[in-house]
Structure formats: structure tokens, C-alpha cells
């Protein structure tokens, strides 16, 4: 276990050595939550379509660790009372992630019908510039 600990530490510092200041989400998003992660919860929605899971897999809580760490973002702003999330049309992944110590960090990814991907994260919307679909779940 103390391995798994160690490797999710490594990763967040790998995170931060190589994110830059052009990933302004992964500056701000407590990382230490999501390295000592004993379970995330997913919500996936669909085309009205609503699925929800836990995941409870080191690996796969490690490879979402690795997926965020692969996008370039960067801060937008919709006009009011628009978003992706109020779409039918769309998809989206929405995460609750659960440290040891019951503190949590949500965000989530969103597809527009259109197919532009954006994450918000405290109120706060960012777009994918480089976006890919989760496979750790």
C-alpha cells in the first residue's frame, strides 16, 4: 500500500513539473486529493442518457491522475446562463474524488453536440485543447 501511496505522489509532483503555466486548472485543483484517492465516483450523462459508478481501483484512480495531466487548458467564460451542461445534446463525466481524510474535489468534463470538450472546476469553466475520452473508467 505504501507503494501505491508513493506512486501517487510521484505522479502529482510530475504533474506540477511538467503542467506549465498554461494548465491554470491543474495549478489550482487540490492534486493532494486526488493522489491519495481511495475512491471517485463518476456520473456519466449521455443524451439524456445518466449512469453512475465508483471507482476503487489504485490503477484506474491513478490513470485519471494521468488523463488530467495530458490536457492543455485554458480559462473561458460563457455568456450568462449558458454552459455545455445545460445542453440535451451532450456528454459529460462528472467526478467526485474521496481522499482518505473524506475531503473532496469535483469537476467535470464535458462534450458539447458539437463535439468541443471543456472541464469546469470551481465554477469555473476551462476548454480542451487537446481532448481525449476517459478510459479508466
Known sequence: MKK????????VLCIFLFVGCQNEIIQNMNFENIANAIKI?????????ETNWTIEDSEAI?????WLNTFTLN??????????????????????VYDAQSNTTEFCYVIDE???????????????????????I
Open 114 to 136: 458539437i463535439g468541443n470538450c471543456y472541464i469546469r472546476y470551481q465554477s469555473q469553466w476551462y476548454t480542451v485543447e487537446n481532448p481525449s475520452m476517459p478510459t479508466f
Open 41 to 49: 465516483e463518476v456520473n456519466h450523462f449521455y443524451f439524456g442518457e
Open 4 to 11: 501505491i501511496a508513493d506512486g501517487f505522489i510521484l505522479v
Open 75 to 96: 480559462k473561458f467564460s460563457f455568456p450568462e446562463d449558458e454552459s455545455p451542461e445545460k445542453n440535451e445534446n451532450r456528454e459529460s463525466f462528472c467526478f467526485v
Open 62 to 66: 491513478n490513470e485519471a491522475a494521468n
